[in-house]
């Protein structure tokens, strides 16, 4: 039930008049889409990580359901978690708009990269290539086997679409690279106590 909750909140934030949108540009929807990048990394990493506190953790304790994800996780929200994730952006970009008009089509271009690549980031199948942590977009983007690791293990690794809060408030698995390495080459993890660079916790 995620997207249409999406959806429907993108339509009140424009239709509202709360976010404000100029006249559609290409720098200005690349401008919006970058923006609206950013923002969603630091509020997703700062509820995310505020969501696992055991005082807020019914919020999310339905998206950890599964230990092993399937492409249907990354639908698989509390009516709570979506709105407060999806509030959290639209918010932001409607406080922003009042400084400078923003563009609806760059807010919708980054819906749509959340959906494909959450899909994805969920699917239990790596498709980077091994060593890809250490490649330029490895470095920028995370590979699904980096948030495979949120869900087996419970914690760390809270990052959407980066890593790199994880990596500056010290909250990365010290193993992920190792880990993606492994699955790319079809050689995963057997068991979700398995730690392949330190103690095995099963
Ligand atoms: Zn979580
Ligand atoms: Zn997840």
Redesign the pocket.
């Known amino acids: 039930m995620s997207t249409p909750i999406h959806a429907l909140l993108f339509l009140g934030f424009i239709e509202s008049g709360w976010i404000a949108h100029g006249p559609e540009s290409l720098p200005l929807a690349l401008g919006t889409l970058l923006l609206t990048f950013a923002w969603t990394e630091i509020w997703h990493y700062a509820s995310?990580l505020a969501?696992?506190h055991r005082w807020l953790h019914a919020i999310?304790r339905e998206?950890?359901k599964s230990r092993l994800t399937t492409a249907w996780t990354s639908v698989s929200f509390s009516l709570g978690e979506k709105l407060i994730f999806s509030a959290g952006i639209l918010g932001f970009i409607a406080l922003a708009s009042r400084l400078h008009p923003l563009s609806e089509l760059g807010i919708f271009a980054y819906y749509i990269l959340y959906f494909v690549t959450n899909t994805l980031g969920h699917a239990n199948f790596e498709f980077r290539e091994p060593e890809y942590r250490k490649s330029f977009m490895g470095r920028i983007f995370n590979s699904p086997a980096y948030h495979a690791m949120?869900?087996a293990r419970?914690?760390r690794n809270?990052g959407l679409l980066t890593p790199w809060l994880d990596q500056l408030f010290g909250t990365c698995w010290e193993d992920e690279s190792e880990v993606q390495t492994r699955a790319a080459r079809s050689q995963p993890l057997t068991h979700l106590g398995e730690r392949p660079a330190h103690k095995d916790m099963r």
Do not use: D, K, L, V
Request: glycine share 0%; aromatic share 18%; no cysteine.
């Open positions: 995310h969501m696992h999310h998206h950890h949120h869900h419970y914690i809270y």
